[in-house]
């Protein structure tokens, strides 16, 4: 279907369906095909409800699954029905509605159940605007203004999901090896430990830098860890004022500089880390293809000169093997992925 308009009845009939039965209908949006959504149409899958302000354009490749976990990590609680897309969603503004079984709770109170989206890169929980009716099982968040959806879920609004690392960057610099991570959101953070070991293995506090602790938009940060032995390895550990802790992926330092391309594990289960090696801050490209050839995702991102990672999500993609093409600069690079 191609650019499809005015869909108010199809979408209602989907709607009454899942109320109804909540039956397992799934979205998928072919390569060169889009979906409109007109604003104010009630429109439903899996589910999952959308109803748009203004007019909501899903250009395809793209397929919504539902699933029990999430793909992005996490240490809380979250409601047993996860809606994932292949290809995060453009800027969404309106009305998100999620219904549920009460067998899919996993312990969550309905009275304080949030709306929790992860844009592809961080968790963000929406805690105003809420209307919860636990008779019917559905929790509907309004006056959404741009966000950007790849998956979501619901959570405990005391306890949300964490946002993890938009990026972690290492290089040499005269002192020593300069870290840099930065975080899209954080809450209750306490502190970030930057831990150093010479295997990957054994771990010791290099130092540690106090976090934001509640914060909505995105932060940085810097360690510059001067007492380091060549090719050390790092990983971060943020700590919340509850005791909780996050762990980065791990990155190894290099000051001999040679422009690299690791892709990591292999095979992949949810995430696959790219890291990318490279004198000067650049764009980078990546493009996934399936065993036919067909483009089924694409992720762009910002490198900083030195070692950087990229998580990219496959979880909703089937098992299967894949090609990854990777272009910066005047370089590309290819990998064969496997899914599983």
């Known amino acids: 279907m191609k650019n499809i308009k005015n869909i108010c009845l199809t979408a209602l009939m989907l709607w009454l369906a899942t109320l109804q039965t909540f039956a397992q209908s799934s979205l998928t949006v072919t390569p060169g095909t889009s979906i409109t959504i007109s604003g104010g149409t009630i429109f439903s899958v899996d589910s999952l409800v ?24 996490s240490a809380n609680p979250y409601l047993q029905r996860v809606f994932h897309f292949s290809n995060t969603l453009p800027a969404f503004s309106g009305a998100v509605s999620i219904y549920y079984r009460d067998e899919e709770l996993n312990g969550l109170p309905e009275s304080a159940l949030t709306l929790n989206v992860n844009d592809g890169i961080s968790w963000n929980d929406y805690n105003t605007n809420v209307t919860r009716d636990a008779t019917n099982n559905v929790v509907t968040t309004s006056a959404l203004s741009s966000i950007n959806i790849n998956e979501l879920t619901l959570a405990s609004a005391d306890a949300p999901l964490p946002v993890f690392f938009s990026l972690f960057n290492a290089a040499c610099v005269t002192a020593g090896v300069k870290l840099i991570w930065k975080t899209a959101q954080e809450i209750n953070s306490k502190k970030f430990d930057v831990q150093r070991s010479a295997d990957a293995v054994g771990w010791n506090v290099a130092g540690s830098v106090s976090a934001a602790g509640t914060s909505n938009s995105e932060r940085s940060y810097t360690y510059t860890d001067v007492k380091t032995a060549p090719n050390s390895f790092y990983r971060i550990v943020e700590y919340d004022t509850d005791g909780k802790t996050i762990t ?19 095979p992949a289960r949810n995430v696959i880390i790219v890291s990318i090696n490279v004198n000067a801050a650049t764009n980078v490209i990546f493009n996934l293809y399936d065993a036919k050839g067909v483009l089924v995702k694409t992720v762009k991102a910002n490198l900083l000169a030195g070692i950087n990672q990229v998580q990219l999500n496959i979880s909703t993609l089937a098992n299967g093997t894949y090609i990854l093409s990777a272009q910066w600069n005047n370089q590309m690079q290819t990998s064969k992925v496997a899914k599983e």
Request: hydrophobic share 30%.
């Open 248 to 266: 980065s992926s791990v990155i190894k330092s290099s000051c001999s500089f040679t422009e690299s391309f690791t892709v990591y594990p292999n």
């Open 50 to 73: 959308l109803n748009p302000s203004a007019d909501f354009t899903i250009s395809g490749p793209n397929a919504e699954t539902t699933n029990t976990t999430i793909a992005h990590s």
